[in-house]
């Protein structure tokens, strides 16, 4: 991790041994996405973690990748590749594999608000980068 003060360290440590996992994010020097993204799946709930690479409000990711963990705890596994519903209302997600700092990730997809997917015309351009987003 990044860029944290002692305090923020010993904050997320504490966090993870407390829930077993930990979002944080990481603004981007393009200012265009940021990395959201988890820890402590792997070690603790035997997943891939998660990455939301949007440049959106912090608190957006900690509720998808809340959500994420519950559907992981109650033993769905994701798969690179997949859609799923009952990650966010209204929509599904789609999967992607990655890679940072040596850790595969799964990129949690998110349509646009009118339900496209960076492959089909007509998404939103905030939206399409995030299949081919490199941090």
Sequence with gaps: MK????DAMLELESQ???????AHHEDS?????ANHHTHGLAENFDHDDF????????RIP????SRLVDLVA????FQEGKRY???????????????????????????????????????EEMYMMQAHAFL
């Design 85 to 123: 519903a009952r990650v966010i209302t209204g929509f599904e997600v789609e999967m992607k594999r990655v890679e940072e700092d040596e850790r595969e990730l799964l990129r949690v997809i998110l349509p646009d608000p009118n339900g496209k997917f960076p492959e089909d015309d007509g998404c």
């Design 51 to 58: 990455q939301l690479v949007l440049d959106v409000d912090p």
């Design 62 to 65: 900690q509720e998808i990748f």
């Design 74 to 77: 109650e033993g769905t596994v």
């Design 3 to 6: 860029n944290f003060s002692m």
């Design 29 to 33: 020097p393009d200012g265009k996405t």
């Design 16 to 22: 993870l041994q407390d829930y077993g996992w930990i």
